[in-house]
């Protein structure tokens, strides 16, 4: 089994900053594509950002230029560093991580989510 841990959702004034991050543990044999996505209350699911494991990334137009998606593949953990922040940035950010596990089997796991507030 696989689990993802995400810290590092806060509070924060418009303009400021915060990273998160979100660790994968457990029976992983390799990580492949990792993800950020958020969610507001009473709308659906958005991809923020995502990472391969060779590190080329992708991002939501809504975010390129204000958040930065990295990874550290020894650490088996995902980052994002959020920068500018904008009210409508305020939602749950979730990672989401395609894993093989050590049974070789493929799933897509996600973490339990982290509170991002940006205050006008």
């Known amino acids: 089994q696989v689990q993802l841990a995400e810290s590092g959702g806060g509070l924060v004034q418009a303009g400021g900053s915060l990273r998160l991050s979100c660790a994968a543990s457990?029976?992983?044999?390799?990580?492949?594509?990792m993800r950020w996505y958020r969610q507001e209350p009473g709308k659906q699911r958005e991809l923020v950002a995502a990472?391969?494991?060779?590190?080329?990334?992708n991002y939501a137009d809504s975010v390129k230029g204000r958040f930065t998606i990295s990874r550290d593949n020894a650490k088996n953990t995902v980052y994002l560093q959020m920068n500018s922040l904008k009210p409508e940035d305020t939602a749950v950010y979730f990672c989401n991580a395609g894993v093989t596990g050590t049974t070789w089997s493929y799933n897509d796991y996600w973490g339990q989510g982290t509170q991002v507030t940006v205050s006008s």
């Open positions: 457990g029976s992983i044999l390799s990580i492949n594509v």
């Open positions: 990472i391969s494991s060779g590190g080329s990334t």
